[in-house]
């Protein structure tokens, strides 16, 4: 079983920036490919952000391109996500997500094993 654990979450004004961490203690994390996915109220859970397992590979949704960047550090077993120029419309609760199987960029949630409990961003207007 992989555990997946999310931080840095929190209210910002519109405009500013926040690091989501995911940390994923244990092995093979360097055998997943990842990503970040967001689930606004009273709306379906979509990707954000995906990176294979080297982290050579990236993905962005339209809505965040040139606002979010995705890495990792397998090292560290860990993944973040850097978003910067916050708007509303990025409120929601952040996810980060593993798959055991090859890097395909822009899957929705249903192709990704295994989830973190999330963490919630607010952006104030």
């Known amino acids: ?6 931080s840095g979450g929190g209210l910002v004004q519109a405009g500013g920036s926040l690091r989501l961490s995911c940390a ?13 996915f967001r689930q606004a109220p009273g709306k379906e859970r ?8 080297g982290g050579a590979l990236t993905s962005y949704a339209d809505s965040v391109k040139d ?4 890495s990792r550090d397998n090292a560290k077993n ?4 850097q978003m ?26 249903r192709d ?8 919630q961003v607010t952006v104030s207007s």
Not at 29 to 35: A, D, I, Q, R, V
Not at 78 to 81: A, E, P, S, Y
């Open 67 to 70: 606002r979010f960047t995705i």
């Open 84 to 109: 910067s120029s916050l708007k509303p419309e990025d409120t929601g609760i952040y996810y980060c997500a593993a798959r055991q199987r090859p890097y395909v960029r822009g899957l929705g949630p």
């Open 1 to 6: 079983q992989v555990q997946l654990i999310e």
């Open 78 to 81: 860990t993944l973040w996500l």
């Open 24 to 36: 994923a203690p244990g092995r093979a994390f360097s055998n997943l490919s990842m990503g970040w």
């Open 46 to 53: 979509e990707v954000v952000a995906d990176v294979s397992r």
């Open 112 to 119: 990704y094993d295994h989830w973190g409990q999330g963490t």
